[in-house]
């Protein structure tokens, strides 16, 4: 048999994946590896700090990695700039080498920059509320850009000129040579990690997405009210609440539709990571109001557009699955992590692909038998009938097992052939 090229088997597994997506029956059940740090456990000396201070070396341990799994389509992005992190000093967020061990998972500190009482000022004036309210919030070194004036009371031709005083201020001044350090540090760090997916694609490995775009709750949870905010606001501030993630939503399509300009993907792939619409966080109605409103919107201008949306339904969405039958039929995929894969093919087959299923727990204490006969199990009762593409119930970390990862490879292979 004349073996076949890089380019050979990218097209393969983008056809693998593909039909999984449109719910055909590929020739097997695709298996999809999110490596995150996983490297760790396939390179000897390798630590999580790496993939922030050493970003050449991260990469080529990770495409070795990618090399000797397998997998048909990855996930492989992993770490950030430390040096230009170190320069800001985020206040909501640690990292491995920086205020955590060498081999500690990063860690996102909950917070509320934006203050109930300022939806208007935000929506009024994002920029000028994210310049001079919100980064002196979340960031240590841009606490002095509180200090400059409106941007709005910078208009006029010669405006500028007498309002000027605030950017001799010593603080300022050291805030934005902080934000010059760091920029000159994420040059050098994206210089040397190059573009990993492109490398991997060379070698016939394509990437899982090819482009992100949040669910706008999502963003206001995250990065503006905290959790504890959100939550209440839906009771305190309920219209503010969704004014807001209506304007969020349009920024979100907007970054979606960059993905356009993406080289790979056939067709175009979009992520989603869903944070707080699963069964715990919420009623069904305040669901339907707050999250599921503005995420469906996401979701068709996305799939109109002729990509394919991915999102990772992080958490349980059994009380919610019903839902995803108003999203457009095989063309998304609905990754889950703790919703019971059994039932979600029951209610799912036919409409939309469905990914996922091997716990993360299984990697970490499991034996390779075990695993085996999991995956074994897991892909007769979700691999009937296609529509199914096999991953982890979240990404892979350091803490896996290989001899059970390559497990896990080596069984889809065995057994999920049709």
């Known amino acids: ?21 449109e719910l055909k029956i590929p020739d097997r059940v695709p298996v999809v590896l999110a490596t995150n740090y996983l490297p760790v456990r396939f390179v000897e000396g390798l630590t999580v700090a790496d993939s922030y201070y050493r970003p050449a070396v991260w990469r080529k341990a990770t495409i070795k990695t990618i090399q000797e799994l397998e997998p048909d389509i990855h996930s492989a992005q992993a770490g ?60 240590k070194t841009m606490a002095p850009l509180a200090k400059l004036p409106p941007l709005q009371s910078l208009l006029g031709s010669n405006t500028l000129a007498s309002r000027t005083t605030a950017f001799s201020d010593p603080e300022v001044i ?30 016939g490995f394509p990437a899982m997405g090819q482009g992100a775009a ?25 219209d503010k609440l969704a004014q807001t993630c209506d304007f969020i939503l349009e920024n979100s399509i907007a970054n979606a539709m960059t993905t356009l300009k993406a080289k790979r993907g056939n067709p175009k792939r979009i992520f989603s990571a869903l944070h707080r619409g699963s069964d715990g966080f919420m009623a069904l109605k305040q669901f339907e109001t707050f999250y599921w409103a503005t995420y469906k919107k996401l979701v068709y201008a996305v799939t109109n557009a002729g990509m ?17 039958l108003e999203l457009p039929k095989g063309k998304t995929v609905a990754r889950f992590a703790l919703t019971d894969m059994a039932r979600a093919k029951a209610v799912l087959k036919g409409h939309t692909c469905i990914m996922g299923g091997v716990p993360h727990g299984l990697l970490q204490v499991g034996s390779p038998p075990e695993v085996e006969e999991y995956v074994k199990k897991l892909i007769q009762t979700c691999g009937k009938d296609g529509g199914f ?30």
Do not use: C
Request: glycine share 8%; no cysteine; net charge neutral.
């Open 80 to 139: 950030g700039p430390g040096h230009a992190l170190a320069a800001l000093s985020p206040l909501l967020f640690k990292w491995a080498g920086d205020g955590l061990g060498p081999n500690v998972m990063h860690q996102f500190h909950e917070g509320q920059p934006l203050k109930p009482e300022e939806y208007d000022a935000f929506l009024a004036d994002p920029g000028d509320y994210t310049l001079r309210v919100y980064l002196p919030r979340v960031w």
């Open 308 to 324: 394919i949306h991915i999102p990772f339904y992080e958490g349980n969405w059994e009380q919610r699955l019903e839902y995803l």
């Open 174 to 203: 050291a805030a934005f040579e902080a934000l010059f350090k760091a920029g000159k540090a994420q040059a050098r760090f994206a210089k040397a990690a190059g573009n990993i997916d492109e490398d991997l694609a060379k070698l």
């Open 1 to 21: 048999m004349t073996k076949k090229s890089p380019a050979e088997l990218y097209e393969e597994r983008e056809k693998r994946l593909r039909d999984a997506i």
């Open 214 to 238: 949040a669910a706008p709750f999502d963003v206001v949870s995250d990065y503006l009210r905290g959790m504890a905010g959100t939550m209440t606001d839906m009771y305190r501030y309920p």
């Open 389 to 418: 593409i096999l991953s982890t119930s979240t990404g892979i970390t350091h803490e896996a097992r290989p001899e059970n990862v390559k497990a896990m490879l080596t069984a889809v292979k065995k057994y999920g052939r049709y």
